[in-house]
């Protein structure tokens, strides 16, 4: 799981609320966090991956998690949803 499947993948949710209800759902096959996002909003998406076994992968900045996901604006979390 790469920075670049974040960037190529078809079906995507950016942002904390929206990642944590994709894992919800069990729809969530990959989840992106931002290293400079603050701990209290990305601890409960980290131990929900833990528990379901989603690969967590924590990116240098919001910054760069927000380019990759094609936004101009900074972002916490993302996630690449399953077809």
């Not at 995507?12 to 400079?36: E, F, H, N, P, R």
């Not at 989603?54 to 993302?78: F, N, P, R, T, Y």
Request: proline share 1%; aromatic share 2%.
């Amino acid at each position: 799981m790469s920075l670049d499947d974040l960037k190529t993948a078809g079906a995507k949710v950016v942002g904390v609320k929206q990642t944590a209800k994709a894992l919800q759902k069990k729809t969530a096959s990959g989840v992106y966090i931002a290293a400079d996002a603050e701990e209290r909003i990305t601890a409960p998406i980290k131990a929900e991956c833990e528990k379901q076994n989603v690969d967590c992968l924590v990116v240098e900045s919001m910054q760069v998690l927000g380019k990759a996901c094609g936004i101009h604006a900074g972002a916490s979390a993302a996630a690449i949803l399953k077809n």
